[in-house]
């Protein structure tokens, strides 16, 4: 703008809008413009502009300050001409806010002074803290008397737990500048910080722009220790490189000097000197004093006072130019040294309400160091803050931004707040690299929820979830159900037989012991096999039992047509081969990754090998049993004990137990399910429980039972009938063992119940175990004799069979073909030839009792 609207503005300034200039009154022992006097700290002058605009708004005069913040301005029912180049305190207690979250500080103290500006700011930190759920330890109200002051940083240690990790370190600050030097002296000796002690935790300030940096009395002495660390707020302002070059050219004597008549007052307090003294006095002489530029720190809020000026000016201009369009001025060097030009008619007489809410409001411009300058609704400047910490320790230079131990760390506007953390006092020398905590509870570690402590959402104890729960949110912990798990981070769940199915595996012990089982009884078969293969035409292989003694199917089909082996009732002997095949067999059904296949075969597969093999066992005690039975009673023969009717008898009795295994498969058809047998394992099984198949052994045992029971009546049988206390040998070990081998397995699956691979395991060695009994009890003593008593398997000189003794049995060894009839006869003829000697059959009784065996 030229000079001469320049002259007409100033009329218009001073007839209807007011400067409201906030400023601190300079003091002597202050070298620096703008500064205190740190002996008596001035009481902020924001706090009185309220009285002003209230006074200012019953003439309809606009107010334009360059250093109120006080957050009741900016109500336009009360303040309705006032505005200001600086931010509302509520901006500044949105930047606090933001501050304390960028360190997750969430559990901090307030400290506010007994005034107006601290009881507002106050408000306003609260306010914004329950919206982003920062708790308030204590509220300290504050005033200058020694006593409330003392008891309130009491309060603030005690919220503060140095013995504890958590705790409220941080203290927000709401205080005007006259608290702060006696707070900080008293926070020391409370805290007994002395130099050299390293506290474990001391308090860290989250200051207010209350807090003036360029005030020493803040960091005097033990001040120094209590304000280390503070975080302070400052309006952000820059040099103005024009004002300070202007400034350092004045001098008293100059015209730039003289035509400024404040300017004097300013010399006499700033350097302690008088004007006008005689050239003898010994007083500091104001006309000698230069400031230098060495020394020179202007105030920070030079930037907001030049920019409420050239606010009214452009707002002046924006009306003229709307209100006087063709009102010119001529700028030749004529009129310069004219008589002050008349203002046009409309701008004599302002109507403040239009000039406040059309034009000032409105008005939007760069100002001196480039930065936009505009208002807000509400009258209030752009919200800009420098974030300074205390660092009196710190080693560097200082630089145009940085005054004595203050650091700039970053800045905060209503976008964005940034913050360089390298630059934090805990991060520099001697600092541990730790953000403080500044929190009533630590984070619950994963896994565990928190329970609110009387509804306070900062303090909380850590419950734990259980294993399969997740958390929905930070205190509530959800079931996720059967087959179901959380994910790693405990916010979800996944289903575990997508990732983690369990099934027998072949590659694992479990299934590796019980298939070693299995192989060594097949391998014990085969051996049985060769021996009796190698010795087949001795005489214990020959009288042996031929219906046990060839069990194994090789060597039937290799001697099938030889007069031994018809007479041996051939097909039991398949039976009882193929019975004991299956149980060796379900081992490896059982081990087999579960399918309806395998399911099927299992259900059905290990009640029909035991009533095939017990069955058998049961027809031939049973045949021994009837025909000595009948042999002591009449010479007539037993029905049913040729090898069909045995075989037919067999069948029969295995049928029963197949038909009801194909009905259960009918009525339950076979498939596969998802067991749970503890909350984090999904066990791919039989739709049908392991436990279920208990049913269908039951009629297996009465079999077992029934076969003891003959082998019980037989024991009594002659010695060279010895192939029947075999199988009532086998019986008797086979009753005691399989009670023994099921009853530990009931333990094994009733007593693990959450794990299946023991559950299987144990069912498959109590098989193996149940098969390899029979095999072991009846030829282990055939195979002794042939091996280590060959002594014993040779002929008698008086006939082909063993032990013969009496004419009877030498008849019959030598007659294969005489018939069954004839035999019971020559029984019964000596039964009553015996009857008087003994009640015991005789030698020859028992003899054909054998022949009719064969």
């Not at 309705?80 to 600086?86: I, K």
């Not at 008589?339 to 409309?346: A, E």
């Not at 021996?531 to 089909?557: D, F, H, W």
């Not at 049928?655 to 009918?666: A, K, N, P, R």
Request: glycine share 4%; aromatic share 10%; net charge neutral.
């Amino acid at each position: 703008m030229d000079p001469v609207p320049r002259r007409r503005l100033a009329h218009t300034h001073v007839s209807y809008v007011s400067f409201a200039f906030e400023t601190q009154t300079p003091s002597a022992k202050d070298p620096n413009c703008g500064g205190s006097d740190p002996s008596r700290p001035p009481k902020p002058p924001r706090l009185e502009n309220g009285g002003i605009a209230n006074l200012l708004r019953l003439f309809r005069i606009v107010q334009v300050s360059p250093a109120s913040t006080n957050a009741d301005l900016s109500d336009k029912s009360r303040f309705e001409y006032f505005a200001r180049t600086v931010p509302s305190d509520n901006y500044q207690a949105r930047a606090m806010i933001d501050i304390a979250l960028h360190f997750n500080w969430t559990y901090v103290s307030l400290v506010y002074s007994a005034d107006e500006y601290g009881e507002l700011g106050a408000d306003a930190f609260k306010k914004e803290a329950r919206r982003v759920n920062i708790c308030i330890a204590i509220e300290e109200r504050i005033s200058n008397k020694k006593k409330t002051l003392t008891e309130s940083i009491d309060n603030l240690i005690k919220k503060l737990q140095p013995d504890k990790q958590v705790g409220a370190r941080v203290v927000v600050l709401f205080v005007g500048t006259e608290y702060v030097p006696e707070l900080m002296l008293q926070t020391a000796e409370r805290m007994k910080l002395t130099a050299g002690t390293q506290e474990q935790k001391k308090i860290i300030w989250l200051a207010s722009e209350g807090w003036d940096r360029n005030n020493d009395a803040y960091t005097q002495g033990s001040r120094k220790l209590a304000a280390e660390g503070a975080i302070v707020l400052m309006l952000e302002s820059q040099r103005v490189p024009s004002f300070e070059e202007y400034f350092l050219s004045l001098h008293p004597g100059s015209d730039k000097f003289e035509r400024n008549k404040w300017l004097r007052e300013l010399w006499k307090h700033k350097f302690n000197c008088e004007f006008g003294l005689p050239p003898e006095s010994t007083v500091n002489r104001c006309e000698a004093q230069r400031q230098s530029k060495e020394n020179f720190n202007p105030d920070d809020k030079i930037q907001f006072v030049i920019e409420a000026v050239f606010a009214i000016a452009h707002a002046l201009q924006a009306m003229k130019q709307e209100v006087c369009p063709n009102d010119t001025v001529e700028t030749s060097w004529i009129t310069r040294h004219s008589k002050i030009p008349d203002v046009c008619t409309p701008m004599t007489h302002i109507d403040g309400d239009v000039f406040y809410n059309k034009f000032l409001l409105n008005v939007k411009f760069k100002d001196l160091v480039g930065k936009r300058v505009h208002f807000s609704p509400q009258g209030d400047g752009p919200a800009h803050y420098t974030i300074l910490n205390y660092q009196p320790n710190r080693a560097r230079t200082v630089d145009s931004t940085d005054r004595g131990d203050y650091v700039e760390i970053g800045r905060w506007s209503e976008d964005e707040v940034e913050i360089d953390e390298k630059l934090m006092f805990w991060n520099m020398e001697g600092g541990d690299g730790q953000v403080p905590v500044s929190q009533c509870s630590l984070p619950c570690p994963r896994g565990y929820r928190k329970q609110l402590i009387k509804d306070e959402i900062c303090c909380w104890a850590c419950g734990k979830c259980e294993d399969f729960e997740f958390l929905v949110n930070e205190t509530t912990c959800v079931d996720c159900g059967y087959g179901r798990w959380p994910t790693e981070d405990r916010t979800d769940c996944y289903d575990l037989a997508l990732q983690d199915l369990k099934y027998m595996r072949w590659n694992s012990w479990y299934s590796i012991v019980p298939a070693g089982f299995a192989v060594i009884g097949i391998l014990a078969t085969l051996v049985v096999i060769v021996i009796y293969i190698q010795y087949n035409e001795t005489p214990v292989v020959k009288a042996s039992g031929r219906e046990l003694s060839y069990i194994l199917l090789v060597s039937m089909i290799m001697y099938n047509e030889t007069p031994v082996v018809k007479a041996s009732g051939r097909e039991l002997s398949y039976i009882l081969l193929v019975s004991m095949i299956m149980c060796y067999s379900m081992t490896f059904v059982l081990v087999s990754k579960p399918s309806p296949l395998v399911c099927a075969i299992k259900r059905t597969g290990i009640g029909f090998a035991f009533s095939c093999l017990y069955a058998a066992m049961f027809v031939k005690t049973n045949r021994i049993a009837r025909i000595f039975s009948q042999a002591t009673r009449s010479a007539q023969r037993p029905g049913c004990i040729s090898p069909i009717s045995q075989v037919l008898i067999t069948v029969l009795l295995a049928g029963v137990q197949l038909v009801g295994s194909l009905l259960w498969l009918y009525i339950v058809p076979p498939g596969t399910r998802h067991d749970y047998p503890t909350r984090d394992q999904v066990v791919l099984t039989c739709n049908v429980p392991d436990h279920h198949f208990l049913y269908s052994v039951a009629y297996d045992a009465a079999l077992v039972v029934m076969c003891t029971v003959y082998a019980v009546k037989t024991r009594k049988v002659p010695e060279n009938f010895n192939e029947t206390k075999f199988i009532g040998f086998s019986m008797y070990t086979t009753m005691y063992t399989t009670c023994v081998v099921w009853l530990s397995w009931i333990f094994f699956f009733f007593g693990t119940g959450s794990d299946f691979q023991i559950q299987t395991t144990s069912l498959c060695i109590s098989i193996s175990m149940s098969a390899n009994v029979a095999l072991v009890c009846i030829f282990s003593p055939k195979l002794w004799i042939i091996l280590f008593e060959k002594h014993k398997n040779v002929r008698k000189q008086d006939g082909e069979c063993m032990l013969a003794k009496s004419s009877y049995r030498s008849t019959l060894c030598n007659q294969d073909e005489m018939s069954a009839t004839q035999y019971t006869a020559l029984l019964a003829d000596e039964r009553r030839r015996s009857s008087r000697k003994s009640s015991q059959p005789s030698p020859s009784i028992t003899s054909n009792a054998h022949d009719i065996l064969l």
